[in-house]
């Protein structure tokens, strides 16, 4: 093994006992202080993420460090109000948005694997759209922070607030894990945060544009993705 490679591994594994520790330390603190650890710890090399449903993480983050980058995966099959409610965070939040895209166009993967890939193979396009152009975006950072909520579905039910993405070879920061929905709504009204049109729209997560519907009464938040399939998560976070 060369030094190089020894040094990676031991620097992975480093990250890796300060992010479970930070976990078990910090699963009590506020988002704010969750945030404030990973801007100290990590600095520029840190950054949001976001899918522009709302502004929630993107404002904390930009109350304890000003500028954050915030990164933006545009797929390509994104609702028009989701196009707007990135430039508009992009325009009044003290936030760095970084827009990121796959390899490949729209037109160019209809090319090579067929259109509509989203209805024949959605695990694929998820894989080409979202998953490679965000690990692609991630390589400048040590550490990212996502708006993941355990209440939002089974699968999250167990995220950290700080954890080990393994796959990624980063820390992953979630500081709004413990958040109900409520608590989303309040932390809005109170701040004036932007939100996804679409939220107001019968829509209560919003992805893709031909793999989201609106969620109907009594339904999952996350019903409205993937419609009909067994899917329920992109790729991007497990």
């Not at 939040?93 to 390899?103: F, G, Y």
Request: glycine share 8%; net charge negative; charged share 30%.
């Amino acid at each position: 093994m060369t030094d190089t490679l020894l040094s990676r591994e031991l620097a992975d594994e480093e990250l890796r006992e300060l992010a479970e520790r930070a976990g078990r330390e910090l699963e009590d603190a506020s988002a704010t202080e969750i945030l404030a650890w990973a801007a100290d710890a990590f600095g520029p090399r840190f950054c949001v993420t976001s899918s522009m449903e709302d502004a929630v993480v993107a404002h904390l983050a930009s109350r304890v460090l000003p500028g954050v980058d915030v990164v933006f995966l545009d797929t390509g099959y994104h609702f028009p109000e989701t196009i707007g409610t990135r430039d508009a965070v992009d325009a009044v939040m003290d936030v760095n948005v970084i827009t990121i895209t796959p390899r490949q166009t729209v037109a160019e993967q209809d090319a090579e694997y067929g259109e509509k890939l989203h209805d024949r193979d959605p695990d694929l396009c998820c894989a080409l759209r979202k998953v490679q152009p965000l690990e692609d975006g991630l390589t400048a950072y040590a550490a990212w922070a996502t708006g993941l909520r355990r209440d939002e579905s089974p699968t999250r039910a167990n995220t950290p607030v700080v954890g080990w993405d393994d796959r990624r070879r980063k820390v992953k920061v979630s500081p709004i894990a413990r958040w109900t929905q409520e608590d989303v709504d309040a932390y809005v009204a109170e701040h004036g945060v932007l939100t996804n049109p679409l939220l107001m729209d019968g829509y209560a997560s919003v992805g893709c544009a031909p793999c989201t519907r609106r969620v109907l009464e009594g339904e999952d938040a996350r019903a409205g993705r993937w419609a009909g399939r067994g899917k329920t998560e992109c790729g991007l976070h497990g």
